[in-house]
């Protein structure tokens, strides 16, 4: 695709990001694009747009020979991978924010792209308007990565967020992220943390060449999060957000998993609040560097959508450098990390999986236990999926089991 060439989109989807791109694009000239047909489900829909631009067929965006663009801005992931890999194996480069079908079909997709040597972006993907793919694809080189870690999700950021500064309930603030167009359609993807790991799939790819499954990720939401978690936060000062983590460890090999975890002021990402994601990406050289933006709803996931257009000016590709450049680095569950588990009465907490344990507590109600515990325990077992258990990192969560010890002696100084 030339400089020259005019990007005729055939968009799929017009929902709360479908519209902000249509909108977005009728204002701005400089980009040489345009959306000439939209695919959408329910044709009865009132919608902000002629109706002339329209369709329920699928085959006549796609079959259109005047289109050079496919632009997937829908919700169903099965109907997306066949949207976008007929418009790959057709010669139409193709736009996607859909995270969840790139996350599950990520080695298809890699096959077709390197068969049919099309573009295929999915900035929006990841962190909506954060450009991190593109920067972890280009700039970082895997030896200098050693982590990735962040928000990487808007509506449990916006949850806990109104629950912690305004006091609301779970309901009402999930009801505020779902009417502000933050929330997937099924919101349990948002707080079950299904969509955090549909993106940390997305960031191994690209940070250091790992192709996995949302399914091979040890991962939690917020779903399970209690009043008693929040006041054990509060009494020491922390937020508790949902993380992600990929890190590599001193064997070259990484850790990576999607937890809610306690922060401390002094964590960059302590300080993003509501919609908003936040990722520090640390690096051998540089240290650590962190990007903070809206990561969620229709003009920042729209505004990443026109960054990947306009890449597609200059025939940007991924070229997935970590996986087919460099050595590619392999996931492990071989680490430590300190945790915090509650659990309501009745449901024991089984202490003897954690090497060493800090402190436990708890009344009639609830009681909990702080420890480091090795990751594949976690792995290995279910009994902290249950409803009444929760699993929250702590703030300095990696270690190694002499590191551990040492900050054991160290707290007992303190008590004394
Ligand atoms: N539901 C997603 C979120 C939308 O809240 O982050 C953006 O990917």
Known sequence: MSKQTKLNIG???????GESLWQVLQRNTSLNAKISKVCIKHA?????????????????????????????????????????????????AVVSANKKMIATHLPELLAIQKEYQVPFLYEAACCASIPVIRNLEEYYDNDLLQGVS??????????????????????????QAQDKGFAESNPALDIEGTDAVNKLTILLIHAYGIVSQPE?????????????????????????????????LDTGDVAAFVFPQF??????????????????????????????GKGAGGY???????????????????????????????LTDDFYLRIYVSAIDGIEIPEVIFEQIEEWSGNESRSYVVGC??????????????????????????VTLEQDKILQQEEVLIAD
């Open 263 to 292: 922060l401390k002021k002094t964590s960059s990402l302590f300080h993003v609040k509501n919609e908003y994601n936040g990722v520090i990406i640390e690096s051998g050289l540089a240290d650590k560097q962190f990007f903070n």
């Open 150 to 175: 962040g928000i990487v999700n808007g509506s449990t950021n916006y949850i806990l967020t109104k629950i912690s500064e305004e006091g609301i309930d779970f309901p009402t603030a999930l009801k």
């Open 44 to 92: 009865d829909k009132v919608r902000n747009a002629p109706g002339e631009l329209f369709t329920t067929d699928p085959d006549v965006v796609l079959n259109d020979a005047s289109i050079n663009v496919i632009v997937e801005l829908i919700d169903d992931a099965d109907a997306a991978y066949d949207i976008v890999t007929y418009a790959l194996k057709n010669g139409k």
């Open 300 to 330: 920042p996931t729209a505004s990443a959508v026109i960054s990947d257009l306009s890449a597609l000016r200059y025939n940007y590709k991924y070229e997935y450098k970590k996986l087919y450049n460099q050595h590619p680095a392999t």
């Open 216 to 248: 091979r990720l040890t991962y939690s939401g917020i779903h399970h999060i209690a009043d008693y978690d929040a006041q054990y936060a509060r009494e020491k000062g922390y937020e508790i957000k949902l993380v992600a983590h990929a890190h590599k």
């Open 373 to 398: 515990i090795h990751f594949s325990r976690l792995v290995e077992s279910s009994w902290w999926k249950a409803k009444g258990v929760s699993v929250i990192l702590l703030p300095d969560a990696f």
């Open 11 to 17: 968009l799929f989807g017009f929902g709360v990001v």
